[in-house]
């Protein structure tokens, strides 16, 4: 049977889930569709349809993306097969393949250039957090291309390790062979689970020593960026789980090359599976945050489409009880293959503000090498027989666990049994979104703390008469850019509130603007701010705060007279940088409260809001993190 499925000509898919000691093996016909809802999902039991989205799909969220017409595939599964591990590797090819004309089709030199320019103008502008930008290996194949396909495959099944899926998808039109590490999203029985991967240590011939993983695990590169990720799928999780993510972990992720760290969201969700994957198109991991603003320094500066990288393979179907269900690998660590021989071998790296042009360069030599070697193109590692036990080292164990002591526990713990704050019940809440969905994570903290939350975006925030509380919110740019729309638009909102004295809380780039119409001077950093921790005074207390900035307000006192009255100041003792303000009816931070980053942000936020809002408790009985989010649920795996 396996035998027949891979010498047919019929389209086809071999996956090997993580720890599986069988190949599933689906055949059925292709068909394409327009949009993520025309996927096809019926009542019937079982999987369903394997769908191929392509990253240019990102554009039905309003998204820019360059359009290379890479289409939205799918197999309509009619038949679904187990074969054990070792029968599928007796019938797999191990012939050695062939290939001329290989190497990459942007040079080392060049994608360092692109790389400096991202951080310098992208990233030192303010316009995101963390961007991953792209280049190919290409050859051409003088095999027979199925063969290929089927001993590349083969190869990845007994080479590489720690893989999420190793797959073979054959369409009829193109091969798709990987070994993706990284779950993007799935829902089982109303459970809806990510998996934020990131930091990439590089090695090769086995599995790294403890004291490597150690040293590793300390870089602080390594430990923001899969912060800033995680921050970004917690963006995610707040639209598609209905009390937003729990984190789960951190752990290690590891493979024949390379070590990641890992966390594991989750969540419950009765979304429609189709519209889970249209809202969380596509990880930060293979994008960048926020999210709409990386699409567009994407398309920036790549000026190409980016075919399937980036994008999922998703299999849909129905559990025994009807139930939804969804699996959905992110389609990293993959070759594209043409009948005609054409290899594509796509990979990227994140950029962050500690990036170095050298070092991304590496990263994605390092990232491209366990589909290079099971291509033959460079020495393969040897066979991994022996099970790494660096997860159970008591040190690295240690470290793992240590890298959540300074994170908020509001998302680190479950919020099932949260106790909202009476004073707070019955008022309403408006939240501006300004292109940055932290808005969504925003919302949930309010709705914690008692207050009943919509969030509108910034160009169309409608009637505010029925809001005892605004919040124009985060987004990417430049405050003083006098041409940006959304500047515009929030300044004139922020203006309005506080002119009617209504209460405001103006976050981010919202608070840099409202700290411009005060009178106070706004100054872009030397060094950005984003994805940073810091200790910082607020008003007479040390707060433990996460930044995503790269513009700040500077302020010579701790009170300062304004058109609007006095204001009160918290900021930088050292430069004098704006962290937070308040005045009578207002009042703005710097920093994102919301972050998982902000161990203090909910304290914060309830501090804030006790003195915005008529009738609030006294500033003394703001809760803690841990009085607002309270028990742990075993169920979602500890």
């Known amino acids: 049977m396996f035998t027949e499925i891979i010498s047919g000509e019929r389209p086809f898919a071999l996956i090997r ?42 554009a039905e969220r309003g998204f ?34 062939e290939t001329v004309d290989a190497g990459f089709d942007i040079d080392d030199e060049t994608y360092a250039r692109t790389v400096g320019d991202v951080l310098a103008s992208e990233i030192g502008h303010g316009e995101g957090a963390n961007f991953v930008i792209h280049r190919t290996y290409r050859a051409t194949i003088t095999n027979a291309p199925r ?8 190869a990845l099944l007994t080479a590489e390790r720690g893989a999420y899926w190793t797959f073979l998808v054959w369409t009829g039109s193109r091969y798709l062979i990987g070994a993706t590490p990284e779950r ?39 430990r923001d960026e899969l912060y800033m990720v995680l921050d970004e799928e917690l963006k995610m999780m707040a639209t598609v789980a209905e009390a937003g993510g729990q984190v789960l972990g951190p752990y290690l992720k590891e493979m024949a090359h390379l070590t990641h760290t890992e966390y594991l969201l989750a969540g419950r969700t009765a979304m429609d599976v189709r519209e889970v994957l249209r809202e969380t198109m596509f990880a930060p991991t293979v994008t960048g945050s926020p999210i709409e603003n990386a699409a567009r320094v994407i398309a920036r500066h790549e000026r190409r489409g980016r075919r399937y990288y980036a994008g999922v393979l998703a299999l849909l179907g129905r559990d025994a009880d009807g139930g939804q269900s969804l699996d959905a690998p992110i389609m990293i ?26 070092g991304e360069v590496a990263e994605t030599h390092a990232k491209a090498a366990g589909v290079l070697s099971a291509l033959g193109l460079v020495p393969r590692v040897p066979t991994q027989s022996a099970k790494s036990h660096n ?17 908020a526990r509001f998302w680190l713990d479950d919020r099932a049994s949260a106790s909202p704050l009476p004073v707070f019940a019955g008022r309403r809440a408006l939240i501006v979104d300004g292109e940055d969905t932290f808005t969504g994570m925003l919302a949930h903290q309010l709705r914690a703390l008692g207050l009943d939350v919509e969030v509108r975006p910034w160009h169309a925030p409608g009637a505010l008469e029925a809001f005892d509380l605004v919040v124009p919110g985060p987004g990417p740019g430049d405050p003083s850019d006098p041409a940006s729309a959304k500047g515009a638009a929030l300044r004139a909102l922020i203006g309005g509130l506080v002119r009617e004295g209504r209460p405001l809380l103006a976050v981010c780039l919202s608070h840099q603007l409202l700290s411009d119409m005060l009178g106070l001077r706004l100054h872009r950093r030397d060094a950005p701010y984003q994805g940073m921790q810091r200790d910082v005074p607020l008003f007479g207390t ?36 704006v962290h937070a303000l308040r005045g009578s009816r207002f009042a703005g931070v710097q920093f994102h409260p919301e972050s998982v980053l902000s161990q203090d942000g909910l304290a914060v936020l309830t501090e804030l809001l006790t003195g915005l809002l008529p009738g609030a408790p006294e500033t003394g009985s703001a809760p803690t993190e841990e009085s607002v989010s309270v028990r742990h649920i075993p169920a979602l795996g500890g």
Not at 186 to 213: C, K, Q, Y
Not at 393 to 407: E, I, K, Q, S, Y
């Open 17 to 58: 889930r993580e720890h599986a000691t069988a190949i599933e093996a689906f055949t059925g016909d292709v068909g394409t569709a327009e949009r993520l809802a025309g996927l096809p999902l019926d009542d019937r039991p079982g999987p369903q349809t394997l769908a191929l989205i392509p990253y240019r799909q990102i």
């Open 64 to 97: 820019d993306a360059v359009d290379d017409g890479t289409p939205l595939e799918f197999l309509r599964i009619t038949r679904a097969t187990a074969h054990p591990l070792d029968e599928a590797l007796a019938a797999l090819p191990d012939d050695r393949i």
């Open 391 to 407: 997860q159970d080292h008591p040190g690295v164990r240690r470290a793992l666990a240590a890298r959540n002591d300074r994170l």
């Open 333 to 358: 660590r993959t070759a594209e293959l043409s009948p005609q021989g054409e290899l594509r071998v796509p990979v990227g790296a994140t950029l962050v503000r500690h990036s170095t042009p050298a």
């Open 542 to 577: 040390m707060r433990r705060v996460g930044f995503y900035s790269t513009y700040t307000a500077l302020a010579g006192g701790d009170r300062v007279e304004t058109p609007f009255g006095p204001v009160e100041v918290a900021r930088d003792p050292e430069d004098g940088a």
């Open 184 to 222: 993007h999203v799935s829902v089982a029985d109303g459970l809806v689970m990510m998996n934020p991967i990131s930091g990439t240590f590089r090695h090769a011939g086995g599995p790294p020593a403890p004291e490597e993983l150690l040293a590793f695990l300390s870089d602080h590169k390594e």
């Open 147 to 154: 063969m290929v396909a089927l001993a590349a495959f083969r």
